[in-house]
């Protein structure tokens, strides 16, 4: 929605937005400095698609100790390869 040339995003587009900027700079990045190895990270939304289960059975492994999330602004972050262990595992 724009109002008076302002556009208003709800919290979860702007943190979609932010993430995929931040994943963009970081693959740039990684071109320019190849020896650093870049971790892609995924939002619990993205996670839970990927393990094809709910965001709300993601959260509850979380608390469970059954997967590994870090928490930036209030949110978990995933890390793809840890979600890829864990696929395997399943």
Do not use: W
């Not at 990927?50 to 997967?67: A, D, I, Y």
């Amino acid at each position: 929605m724009e109002i008076n040339g302002i556009v208003i995003v709800d919290q979860d587009l702007l943190s979609e937005l932010i993430n995929k900027a931040v994943h963009a700079a970081l693959r740039e990045f990684s071109m320019v400095n190849s020896n650093v190895q870049v971790e892609e990270y995924l939002t619990r939304n993205e996670a839970a698609s990927l393990l094809k289960v709910s965001p709300n059975t993601l959260t509850k492994f979380v608390r469970q100790g059954k997967l590994k999330a870090g928490i930036a602004g209030g949110k978990y972050l995933f890390k793809k390869s840890e979600l890829m262990k864990c696929a395997f595992k399943r």
